[in-house]
């Protein structure tokens, strides 16, 4: 099947040249209830406008003529304008959010700062991480009472939190510790956490108006506050006056990255900046994959056999392992399989809003300048030319013998020049999680979850599990 265009094969619509003769722009009129019909289910929204109107359709999602794209050619399309056809178009609450310090902002930097952040998320780094990981997830899952029904959404984000802030910002909040909190703006994990979500819930209030009233107004004030948290921590690593080891941690990575090159990519806003974003990506989205994984889990059995006959072959049967080696967790193929088919059915959110500077023509649909374009994992991930029998759960179909994991089909982390940066750690800490679990734990859903929608898709709060231990 040839799906994947030639860069060719996208005609850019210089202003004033009028596009080729026989050109149509895609079916559906943007209705002005598009943007609630949206956020109160993503998936519905999309499964019901791709089955009436095929894999591109105008909606007019956040205000504007938003063109959705599922086909992996129009997926390819998106996600490669940058700088010549297309700039990132978030709603203003959500960019305003990010700030000027995220990658999203300076499309002449971009590449810059990408390349300087890299190396603190992935490759031989992200392998010294896996000692930590595995401890903290340890320790947190050993602490649950079983047996017992689990709300888990909140007890694995706690977990994942703990993980997270070792990892990027190179300290542990122990809230128990009294040192832990010295010198820092902010006393206590669950002030931080509060933070934290009302920041996120900020990124797509609808209203820009800057108050107390508003959700946008109490994301932005959070994000100020947490930005001072940052800044503190910053500057207490700096005052601890240690050598600082470029691989500890992120955050150590980008200070040494600014000892080394003072006038480099590091400024002390990016800095900051970034290890606020990265703590919030992770956090909320390695935690929303873990939840979604296990209840995946839960549901399909043969599953559950097939993963704990893949760990007794890497464990060689021993049940009381502390820690997954990285070379272990490379080695658990159908795991990655199972995390990758859970991605395809409970994508966690949209990828690549971008906005089009010019026109542009692909398989003869005219994409107008002006609108905004959004790759949509939601379609693409049931379409059944990339992945046959779509609703059924089958890891299988990303084992070597299907991959079924093909670039612009299947797209749960994005792609092209803004995939995301954290994917290979998301899929480490849940391994190492799941893991864990499997080697400990028995748990049985209980009933069919409900799910927070937007603006990721997340196990709701109240959603429990029942645990038993194995060991
Ligand atoms: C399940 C976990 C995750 C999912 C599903 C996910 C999803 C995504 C998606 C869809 C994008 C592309 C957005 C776009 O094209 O507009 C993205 C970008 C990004 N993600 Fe993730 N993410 C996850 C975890 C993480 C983690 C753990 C980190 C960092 C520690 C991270 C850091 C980033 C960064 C920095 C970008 C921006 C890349 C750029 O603009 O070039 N993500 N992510």
């Not at 780094?125 to 930590?132: A, K």
């Not at 999680?433 to 080697?439: K, R």
């Given at each position: 099947?040839h799906n994947?265009?030639?860069a060719e094969e996208?005609?850019v619509i210089?202003?004033?040249?009028?596009?080729?003769?026989?050109t149509t722009?895609p079916?559906?009129?943007p209705?002005?209830?598009?943007?609630?019909?949206?956020i109160a289910?993503?998936?519905r929204?999309?499964r019901?406008?791709?089955?009436?109107?095929?894999?591109?359709f105008n909606?007019?999602?956040?205000g504007?003529?938003?063109?959705?794209?599922?086909?992996?050619?129009?997926?390819q399309?998106?996600?490669?304008g940058?700088?010549k056809?297309t700039e990132?178009?978030?709603?203003?609450?959500t960019?305003?959010?990010?700030?000027e310090?995220s990658?999203f902002q300076?499309?002449?930097?971009?590449?810059?700062?990408?390349n300087?952040?890299?190396p603190g998320l992935?490759?031989r780094?992200?392998?010294?991480?896996?000692?930590?990981i595995?401890?903290?997830?340890v320790r947190?899952i050993?602490s649950?009472?079983?047996?017992?029904?689990?709300?888990v959404s909140?007890?694995v984000?706690?977990i994942?939190?703990?993980?997270?802030?070792p990892v990027?910002l190179?300290?542990?909040l122990?809230?128990?510790?009294?040192?832990?909190f010295?010198?820092?703006?902010?006393t206590?994990?669950?002030e931080?956490?509060?933070l934290?979500k009302t920041y996120?819930?900020?990124?797509?209030?609808?209203?820009?108006?800057k108050?107390?009233l508003?959700k946008y107004g109490?994301?932005?004030l959070?994000?100020?506050k947490?930005l001072?948290?940052?800044r503190?921590?910053?500057?207490?690593r700096?005052?601890?006056?240690k050598?600082?080891?470029?691989?500890?941690?992120?955050?150590?990575m980008?200070l040494?990255?600014?000892q080394?090159?003072p006038?480099?990519?590091f400024?002390?806003?990016?800095?900051e900046?970034?290890?606020l974003?990265q703590?919030?990506a992770?956090?909320?989205?390695v935690?929303?994959?873990?939840?979604?994984l296990?209840?995946q889990?839960a549901?399909?059995?043969?599953?559950?056999s097939r993963?704990?006959?893949e760990?007794?072959?890497?464990?060689g049967?021993n049940?009381q392992?502390?820690?997954?080696s990285p070379?272990?967790?490379?080695q658990?193929?159908?795991l990655?399989?199972?995390i990758?088919e859970?991605?395809?059915?409970?994508p966690?959110s949209?990828?690549?809003?971008?906005?089009?500077t010019?026109?542009?023509?692909l398989?003869?649909?005219l994409y107008n300048k002006g609108?905004v374009?959004?790759?949509?994992?939601?379609?693409?991930?049931?379409t059944?030319?990339y992945?046959?029998?779509?609703e059924?759960f089958?890891?299988?179909?990303?084992?070597p013998?299907?991959?079924e994991?093909?670039?612009?089909?299947f797209?749960?982390?994005?792609?092209?020049?803004?995939?995301?940066?954290?994917a290979?750690?998301?899929?480490?800490?849940?391994?190492v999680?799941?893991?864990?679990?499997?080697?400990m734990?028995n748990?049985?859903?209980?009933?069919?979850?409900?799910?927070?929608q937007?603006p990721l898709k997340?196990l709701?709060?109240?959603?429990q599990m029942?645990?038993?231990?194995?060991?």
């Open positions: 099947m994947i265009a030639n996208v005609k210089e202003d004033g040249q009028a596009p080729p003769t026989g722009t079916p559906r009129k209705k002005w209830y598009d943007t609630f019909s949206y289910n993503p998936d929204f999309c019901q406008n791709l089955q009436k109107y095929g894999p591109i909606t007019g999602v956040f504007r003529t938003t063109i959705f794209v599922g086909s992996a050619k129009a997926i399309m998106a996600f490669n940058d700088l056809y990132i178009a978030l709603p203003a609450t960019m305003d959010m990010f700030g310090y990658l300076r499309p002449d930097l971009h590449r810059q700062r990408k300087a952040l890299a992935t490759g780094v992200l392998d010294g991480y896996t000692p930590l595995n401890d903290v997830i947190g050993n649950w009472t079983t047996p017992s029904t689990i709300a909140p007890a984000e706690k994942c939190f703990d993980v997270l802030t990027l190179g300290i542990s122990d809230d128990s510790a009294p040192e832990t010295k010198g820092l703006p902010i206590s994990k669950a931080l956490k509060a934290y996120f819930h900020g990124f797509y209030g609808l209203s820009q108006w108050s107390p508003t109490r994301g932005f959070a994000r100020t947490l001072e948290f940052m503190a921590v910053v500057q207490r700096r005052g601890e006056g050598v600082i080891k470029p691989t500890a941690d992120f955050l150590s980008m040494d990255s600014q080394e090159h006038d480099g990519v400024s002390e806003q990016l800095i900046n970034q290890c974003l703590l919030w992770s956090d909320y989205e935690s929303g994959l873990i939840s979604s296990m209840y889990i549901r399909h059995p043969q599953v559950i993963l704990r006959l760990q007794a072959t890497l464990t049967g049940s392992v502390t820690m997954f070379e272990q967790l490379k658990m193929v159908y990655e399989a199972t990758k859970t991605l395809r059915t409970l966690p949209s990828t690549a809003s971008r906005l089009l010019k026109s542009v023509v398989d003869g649909v609108c374009i959004i790759a949509e994992p939601r379609i693409a991930h049931i059944p030319e992945f046959p029998e779509p059924v089958a890891p299988e179909r990303f084992l013998s299907r991959s994991d093909k670039m612009y089909q797209i749960p982390f994005g792609g092209g020049v803004h995939a995301c940066l954290g290979q750690m998301a899929i480490a800490i849940t391994k999680f799941a893991s864990h679990l499997l080697q734990f748990w049985e859903a209980t009933g069919e979850a409900k799910f927070v937007f997340k709701r709060d109240d959603y029942k645990f038993t231990r194995r060991v």
